[in-house]
Nanobody
Framework: EEQLVESGGGLVRAGGSLRLSCAAS???????VGWFRQAPGKEREAVSW?????????ADSVKGRFTISSDNAKNTNTVSLQMNSLKSEDTAVYYC???????????????????WGQGTQVTVSS
């Protein structure tokens, strides 16, 4: 059974850094893992993803500041999102997400994404 377990998040001042992690297990074929975020009153938007073949993607708003990486060990793939130079507009609930389909549709929206983590709050104070 596919499962996503998130960790990380918290409160940080603008310009600071945070690291989110997502432990993905139970996936049997090539798949994509990444992050969406949702700020109050806004739609859920894709932030970044990494495919099991190594391809990565970033939203324009986080390019150059966020880095996604993966570490495969035994039956668990830990995907991390290193967030640097955080801004107040990065404040949101961040959700780990995964799918067997290519992540190329994630930029359009979250509809159709099959697997979700529980969400973790990231708050950037100005």
């Amino acid at each position: 059974e596919e499962q996503l377990v998130e960790s990380g998040g918290g409160l940080v001042r603008a310009g600071g850094s945070l690291r989110l992690s997502c432990a993905a297990s139970g996936f049997t074929f090539e798949y994509v893992v990444g992050w969406f975020r949702q700020a109050p009153g806004k739609e859920r938007e894709a932030v970044s993803w990494i495919h099991s073949d190594g391809r990565t993607w970033y939203a324009d708003s986080v390019k150059g500041r966020f880095t996604i990486s993966s570490d495969n060990a035994k039956n668990t793939n830990t995907v991390s999102l290193q967030m640097n130079s955080l801004k107040s507009e990065d404040t949101a609930v961040y959700y780990c997400a995964a799918d067997y389909l290519d992540g190329s549709t994630w930029a359009i929206g979250p509809t159709g994404v099959a697997y979700w983590g529980q969400g973790t709050q990231v708050t950037v104070s100005s």
